[in-house]
């Protein structure tokens, strides 16, 4: 039955010309570069977020890489994929006919290797943004620039000058304060954070007498992070002037209506995409009832504080 | 066979579009879990519209799945990923280990429909975990067991090696082409799987004469969480979901397959 009450608006705006029509994204690692999951309607989404991409090709560590935990997952992929060149080359110029944004997910081991990757996209057909992951935790070094301020704001600020494209950075969880590293990329010139990355844990195998994952530890997901990320969400929101996009076990709409409620300006999907990929459309109806039900005008009348978000629309 | 459960799931367009050693991915709804579980189908009828899986209860997933009651619903995803090669006209041993023997009876099936010959060779701990040999109609069906309670007393891999040692006294098509003119589809836990590939190659059958349908860890199925790797002999990683289950053996690399699965 088609609705009598007009579609509201779900636009969201990331910061730098980044406008979403959708509010729903898809987090990295969990959607490939978008070729990988036909049963996903892309109509469904505000943008894709991509595989965590790296200068040169990576294999990616050794079986085995994941383990399911209660309500979660642990994985330890270790940045399996094709490098940037290849991106730019292959994937770029169909991301261009696609009418929806794709932004990459940038890793790397050092500052340079950051902005080589970052200089590669610049100005490259159907790229729409950058996601920095300073906060891989299956790599060797990718963890220490999210967990220290200083790190973390030099690698934004060399990343932003060597792009015009939006830039998000990607916080970990896997920190004292999160806050701290959250201003000090806004500071260095981050158009947005995504809060948060997967917290970092493990699991044994009693029989094998081993840890499950092959390199010991993994990036826990799913719903039993969600709490966490919720909080981590709320915190950041309140102390920052650029948009926080929510990631964390988000499962529903009502999963996802707490995050844009705690202050976020828009979602990633990240485990659900491996179990129900209709979710994405079914949270982006459910946003929308949402806003309806509630007489809500737009997604900027959803944070229950009052939000301090500056967008350069 | 004992404690083993066999899942009948009525859905036509899957059973017609699913191909021997294609794998579908089940959700569950048992609580704390999340992922969905892959597995083989066991059997197809497409006439009747039905889709077999067999499988034992290894954990609240698929004591989830052995739970269900009859007429009620399920929420599964595929055919996915890549089946046995059946084509040809090669004589095929099909290699059973444990669980592993439940991907067979719809490959067995196809084989012979496709006017080949079949040799079953099934292994078990003991005869209660046995498939039963009417499963495979229209093949010979050996055994083995660990503790000698039917057939061979030791390992489906030395019914194999007992068979390829022999396989000049056999007929036609048997001894014709690469690889002595047959085709191995073998799968099992990987201690079997490597112990197979050792006896093929001091055997000298070709790895490339043998297809394994390959269990790993499984996250999506789809090809976007690259969970379910393993090693590939050219170097990096194969993904089960999309470059399996089954594939050519000599795609593997064997020695770090066992690091990584050796139960």
Redesign the interface.
């Known amino acids: 039955m088609p609705s009598m009450v007009e579609r509201p608006d779900l636009t969201v705006e990331l910061g730098r010309g980044l406008r979403l029509r959708s509010p729903v994204m898809v987090a990295s690692g969990t959607f490939g570069y978008g070729f990988e999951a036909p049963q996903v309607d892309r109509e469904a989404l505000g943008a894709i977020v991509s595989k965590g991409t790296t200068l040169r090709a990576r294999e990616g560590n050794a079986p085995i890489r994941i383990a399911e935990t209660p309500s979660g997952m642990l994985n330890a992929i270790g940045l399996q994929n094709p490098g940037v060149d290849h991106v730019a080359r292959v994937y770029a110029p169909q991301w261009a006919t696609w009418d929806l944004p794709v932004i990459v997910n940038v890793a790397g081991d050092s500052v340079e290797e950051y902005v080589a990757v970052a200089r590669r996209l610049d100005g490259v057909a159907g790229v729409a943004g950058l996601e920095l992951n300073i906060s891989c935790p299956n790599v060797q070094s990718g963890l220490q620039f999210g967990v220290d301020p200083a790190m973390a704001a030099e690698v934004t600020r060399a990343v932003r000058a060597a792009t015009a494209l939006p830039l998000i950075v990607k916080l970990t969880p896997n920190v004292t304060d999160i806050v701290a590293i959250a201003r000090a990329v806004e500071d260095a010139g981050a158009d947005a954070v995504s809060a948060i990355n997967t917290y970092v844990g493990m699991s044994i195998d009693v029989r094998r007498r081993r840890p499950v994952v092959s390199s010991g530890s993994g990036g826990l997901s799913g719903p039993a992070i969600k709490p966490l990320a919720l909080h981590a969400v709320w915190r950041v929101a309140a102390e920052v002037h650029i948009p926080v996009i929510g990631v964390g076990g988000i499962m529903t709409p009502n999963d996802a209506l707490e995050f844009l409620l705690a202050g976020a300006a828009a979602v990633q999907l990240g485990t659900v995409n491996y179990i129900r990929p209709q979710a994405a459309a079914e949270i982006q109806d459910g946003i929308a009832d949402y806003l309806v039900q509630h007489d809500l005008s737009d997604m900027s009348a959803l944070p229950i504080r009052p939000m301090s978000v500056l967008t350069n629309v | 066979m004992a404690g083993a459960v066999e899942l009948v799931v009525s859905h036509p367009p899957s059973a017609v579009a699913a191909a021997p050693g294609q794998f579908f991915q089940l ?1 569950v709804n048992a609580p ?5 579980r892959p597995y083989s189908a066991a059997w197809f009828d497409p006439a009747a519209g039905r889709i077999g899986f067999i499988f034992n209860v290894v954990g609240a997933g698929s004591a989830w799945l052995a739970a269900l009651d009859e007429g009620d619903e399920l929420d599964l ?1 595929g055919p996915l990923g890549r089946g046995f090669d059946l084509d040809g006209k090669r004589s095929a041993i099909c290699v059973a280990g444990g669980l592993g023997v439940a991907v067979f009876p719809g490959v067995v099936q196809a084989l012979v429909a496709r006017g080949r010959t079949v040799i079953v060779l099934q292994g078990a701990r003991t005869s209660a975990q046995l498939l039963p040999a009417a499963r495979f109609a229209g093949a010979e069906v050996q055994v083995a067991t660990d503790d000698g309670s039917a057939g061979h007393h030791g390992s489906v891999v030395d019914l194999l090696a007992n068979l390829l040692s022999r396989r000049e006294q056999f007929p036609p098509p048997f001894t014709e082409g690469q690889g002595g003119g047959l085709d191995i589809l073998t799968c099992g836990p990987t201690p079997m799987l490597t112990s197979l590939i050792d006896a093929a190659r001091c055997q000298e059958i070709p790895l490339s004469a043998i297809q394994v349908a390959l269990e ?16 590939r002999a050219a ?3 194969l993904l089960t979901c999309q470059d399996g289950p089954c594939a050519r053996a000599d795609q593997i690399e064997w020695e ?1 397959m066992t ?3 050796h139960g």
């Open positions: 959700a704390h879990t999340i992922l969905r995803l790993t860890p499984m996250g999506c199925g789809v090809g976007t969480c690259l969970g379910c790797a393993a090693p170097g990096g990683y770090a690091d990584a699965f």
